[in-house]
């Protein structure tokens, strides 16, 4: 199972990228996905999720300005950054599960068991 993560830049505040997540191994269909981030100095919290069956959740700090997506037919998971904020700038990381998380826990990096490498987002003010 690998993850390859990549998108990442420098971009303006205000400004938009789109990560992408290409999984490889096996069919990631059947996954429970996400992605976290990890700002300098700081925890790896979490962004966003996507369920198999395409349930998404978000943390408040995103929700509104980033859309986490999947095509299962490509084995790619996206992550689509609007209106971006210095704030935003960490490492963020794709993550996968075989089979369904909890709801409650689908925001925990425990819950999941792949990971991708990370790439690095920098926005400047």
């Known amino acids: 199972v690998q993850l390859q993560a990549s998108g990442g830049g420098l971009v303006q505040a205000g400004g938009s990228l789109r990560l992408s997540c290409a999984a490889s191994?096996?069919?990631?269909?059947?996954?429970?996905m996400a992605w976290f981030r990890q700002a300098p100095g700081k925890e790896r919290e979490f962004v966003a999720a996507?369920?198999?069956?395409?349930?998404?959740m978000y943390a408040d700090s995103v929700k509104g300005r980033f859309t986490i997506s999947r095509d299962n037919t490509k084995n790619t998971l996206y992550l689509q950054m609007n209106s971006l904020k210095p704030e935003d700038t960490a490492v963020y990381y794709c993550?996968?599960?075989?089979?369904?998380?909890?709801?409650?826990?689908?925001?925990?990096?425990?819950?999941?068991?792949?990971w991708g490498q990370g790439t690095q987002v920098t926005v400047s003010s």
């Open positions: 993550a996968t599960r075989n089979g369904r998380i909890v709801t409650s826990y689908r925001s925990r990096a425990e819950a999941y068991d792949s």
């Open positions: 191994g096996r069919t990631f269909s059947r996954d429970d």
């Open positions: 996507i369920s198999m069956f395409s349930s998404n």
